[in-house]
């Protein structure tokens, strides 16, 4: 049997109450842990780009589901520090080799997350399970990448960056980043909301598919998805509630504005490429 119909199987049973912690055998165990393993090297992903869309591996996320609910928290050692959790840390001895480095005191990369070569993790940042971060990425101070999520190739995200993750339900696909994408500080990206490659997302602005885009470049408003290179920034527009008497002077709700990337953007993104 494959890696994946394993998976399959243990999802059935585990689904159908046939299985939990105390039942499951070292088999279980040694297939999950080859998931992560997969994971970790980028083997395998949690979710791919197929014609165009970007599509959950649905096993792949069923296999870090049952990898919390088969396994017992317990206590771990990190820094002196005792923490409970039901996995290790990712070991990271294999980030020299590849020209990745994360610096000391806070760069939590837990179990089962990828970290591409010529990367950079600043601390404090937080690198969550079944992630992936392509080569040549930043992951700035103070960042979280959440379960699951898609990081593309030559991106930068800005100190503060928030990029949600999504586990349940296991059919939806996590949040991406796509290639050579720039996030501002302080960016929020969230619940499957994906940012098309070489755009530039400006400081606190706020990407989930509740905020409508308003594409200047193609004049349509579109949820969900930030098109291919884009400079995009935080705006107000009016809001239905407007002329609720409570509203003094009018009520706004955000949205986002997408213009195309220019010239001298590119260049103020490329100086910090160069600083790197």
């Known amino acids: 049997m494959s890696l994946e119909s394993d998976v399959q199987e243990l999802w059935r049973r585990y689904d159908d109450g046939d299985l939990d912690a105390d039942s499951a055998t070292e088999d279980a165990y040694v297939t999950l842990d080859a998931v992560l393993d997969a994971l970790e090297s980028g083997e395998v992903r949690a979710a ?12 792949v ?29 990712r070991r990271t001895d294999d ?6 480095r994360n610096t000391p005191d806070g760069t939590v990369l837990r179990r089962g997350a990828h970290v591409g070569s010529d990367c950079i993790v600043m601390s404090p940042s937080f690198v969550n ?15 979280t990448v959440g379960s699951c999520a898609q990081i593309g190739s030559n991106v930068k995200l800005g100190a503060n960056a928030l990029v949600g993750g999504v586990l349940e339900p296991v059919e939806s696909a996590p949040v991406v980043v ?33 905020i409508p885009i308003y594409d200047l470049v193609e004049e349509e408003v579109v949820y ?21 008497d409570l509203f003094d002077g009018g009520a706004y709700k955000p949205a986002v504005v997408a213009l195309d990337v220019q010239e001298d953007t590119l260049a103020e993104v490329e100086r910090e490429e160069a600083l790197r």
Do not use: M
């Open 178 to 210: 796509e290639d050579d994408v720039s996030l501002g500080a302080g960016c929020r990206v969230t619940s499957g909301f994906v940012v098309g490659e070489g755009s530039v997302v400006g400081e606190n602005t706020l990407l989930t598919p509740r």
């Open 95 to 100: 980030l020299p080799g590849r020209n990745t």
């Open 129 to 143: 399970v079944g992630a992936y971060v392509g080569d040549g990425t930043l992951v700035d101070s103070c960042d």
């Open 48 to 59: 791919e780009k197929r014609n165009g869309e970007w599509e959950a591996n649905e096993w």
């Open 224 to 244: 969900g998805h930030l098109p291919p290179n884009r400079r995009a920034f935080t705006r107000f527009v009016e809001s239905g509630v407007s002329d609720h």
């Open 61 to 89: 996320k069923q296999a870090v589901l049952l990898t919390f609910g088969l396994r017992e928290t317990r206590p771990r050692e990190y820094g002196g520090v005792t923490y409970h959790d039901v996995l290790p840390l």
